[in-house]
T-cell receptor
C-alpha cells in the first residue's frame, strides 16, 4: 500500500499571500488530520476530516481552513499568510471508523516558509 | 485540560538501554502513542498501548503505562546510532471528538559511541 503523500514538499510564500496544501491518505482510509509543527509550539492539531465533514478542530484562527473530497483527499488553505505561519504541516491518515483515536499514519510534511 | 510533558534531551551510549518518560493529563485517553521523527522527515508510529494495559513489548521496544500516575515510558533496548531522533509521546484525546492527538514537546535522543 502506498503511504500518505503530501504536495508540495516545500513552499516559499510572502506575507499576505495564501497557500493550499494537499494530502492523499492511504487507500481505504477515510480520516485525514492536519497538524502544524513549529520549534516554538511543537505539534499542534489543526483539524480532522472524515467523509468530507470536519469532525474536530483545533485552536487556530479562521485563516486556516480545510476540506476533504469524496476520494478522501484533503486540502488545507491558509489565507493572509503571516511570518508565524512558517512551519512543517503534517497530514495524518487513519481508517477513522472506530470512534476512538485510531492509529494515525503521517506523511512527510510540507515545509512552508513565509518571507 | 489536555497536556503531555516529556523531558527534552537524553544522551546514551551505543548498546545501552534508553528510557524516555512522559506524563499526560487527560484521564479519558484510551490510547497512548510513541512516534519517532528523524531530521527532515514526518512522524513514524513506533508503538501504542491501550489504557487498560500495563506493558507492551515489541522487539527492542517496551512501553510501560502507570495509569494511576498518568506516566508512560518507552524503553529502547540495545540502543543504536540509528535510533538517534526525536521521540514524541502522544495521547488520543477523546473529549471533543475523534482522532485528535495531543503531543508532547519531544525528547531528542542522542546515541554516542
Amino acid at each position: 500500500k502506498a503511504g500518505v503523500t503530501q504536495t508540495p514538499r516545500y513552499l516559499i510564500k510572502t506575507r499576505g499571500q495564501q497557500v493550499t496544501l494537499s494530502c492523499s491518505p492511504i487507500s481505504g482510509h477515510r480520516s485525514v488530520s492536519w497538524y502544524q509543527q513549529t520549534p516554538g509550539q511543537g505539534l499542534q492539531f489543526l483539524f480532522e476530516y472524515f467523509s468530507e465533514t470536519q469532525r474536530n478542530k483545533g485552536n487556530f484562527p479562521g485563516r486556516f481552513s480545510g476540506r476533504q473530497f469524496s476520494n478522501s483527499r484533503s486540502e488545507m488553505n491558509v489565507s493572509t499568510l503571516e511570518l508565524g505561519d512558517s512551519a512543517l504541516y503534517l497530514c495524518a491518515s487513519s481508517p477513522g471508523t472506530s470512534g476512538r483515536s485510531d492509529e494515525q499514519f503521517f506523511g512527510p510534511g510540507t515545509r512552508l516558509t513565509v518571507l | 485540560g489536555e497536556d503531555v510533558e516529556q523531558s527534552l534531551f537524553l544522551s546514551v551510549r551505543e548498546g545501552d538501554s534508553s528510557v524516555i518518560n512522559c506524563t499526560y493529563t487527560d484521564s479519558s485517553s484510551t490510547y497512548l502513542y510513541w512516534y519517532k521523527q528523524e531530521p527532515g522527515a514526518g512522524l513514524q508510529l513506533l508503538t501504542y498501548i491501550f489504557s487498560n494495559m500495563d506493558m507492551k513489548q515489541d522487539q527492542r521496544l517496551t512501553v510501560l503505562l502507570n495509569k494511576k500516575d498518568k506516566h508512560l515510558s518507552l524503553r529502547i533496548a540495545d540502543t543504536q546510532t540509528g535510533d538517534s531522533a526525536i521521540y514524541f509521546c502522544a495521547e488520543g484525546a477523546l473529549s471533543g471528538g475523534y482522532n485528535k492527538l495531543i503531543f508532547g514537546a519531544g525528547t531528542r535522543l542522542a546515541v554516542h559511541p
